[in-house]
T-cell receptor, first 118, second 109 residues
């Protein structure tokens, strides 16, 4: 099956610093990538959707200036948490979808990144 | 708004069948999914069903969809200890996906 690689799997950073998380589709071209945030005992929350070469579409309540998303190529999307604060500590997961003839196809998920801001 | 709901916990004995239930609210959903999350790992797609289907079977997994009631279930036959994980149901429409909170399945020997 398709593989999506997310890096790093864990990161600890100091308050006020920025952290970049990478999401790569290893064996397919991902025209659409999704970034989610998971809070304990809660569902995955979609943060934003990005299409290659265009600006990301953010969900309501997600600060676009704080969570910078770059989908520069068909195999790479990055999420940068800027000026991180302890409340940004969470589990972030990306997923990638290869659009095939317009049909709604399955999405493949990365391993997730556990971000801890101290 | 649209919510996907599922119970948080399920405990079964090894060898029994497990049934994880999910309700969704958006009737325009095109695909419905079941994902498995093991500790320290990302989400793994187990199976999915197109909204015009009632049932899909894949080895030990059976997915039932009641579109009228917006109810989705995942049955795992002959549940094994390796099936212990968190199972997420999800619905998708257009370019968006919505997930439930996940059901933690515990399999007791």
């Amino acid at each position: 099956g398709a593989v999506v690689s997310q890096h790093p799997s864990r990161v600890i950073c100091k308050s006020g610093t920025s952290v970049k998380i990478e999401c790569r589709s290893l064996d397919f071209q991902a025209t659409t990538m999704f970034w989610y945030r998971q809070f304990p005992k809660q569902s995955l929350m979609l943060m934003a959707t990005s299409n290659e070469g265009s600006k990301a579409t953010y969900e309501q309540g997600v600060e676009k200036d704080k969570f910078l998303i770059n989908h520069a190529s068909l195999t790479l999307s990055t999420l940068t948490v800027t000026s991180a604060h302890p409340e940004d500590s969470s589990f972030y997961i990306c997923s990638a979808r290869a659009d095939r003839g317009g049909a709604n196809t399955e999405a493949f998920f990365g391993q997730g990144t556990r971000l801890t801001v101290v | 708004g649209e919510d996907v709901e599922q119970s948080l916990f399920l405990s079964v004995r090894e060898g029994d069948s497990s049934v994880i239930n999910c309700t969704y609210t958006d009737s325009s959903s095109t695909y419905l999914y079941w994902y498995k999350q093991e500790p320290g790992a990302g989400l793994q797609l187990l199976t999915y069903i197109f909204s015009n289907m009632d049932m899909k079977q894949d080895q030990r997994l059976t997915v039932l969809l009641n579109k009228k009631d917006k109810h989705l279930s995942l049955r795992i036959a002959d549940t094994q200890t390796g099936d212990s994980a968190i199972y997420f149901c999800a619905e998708s429409m257009d370019n968006d996906m919505r997930f439930g909170a996940g059901t933690r399945l515990t399999v007791k020997p």
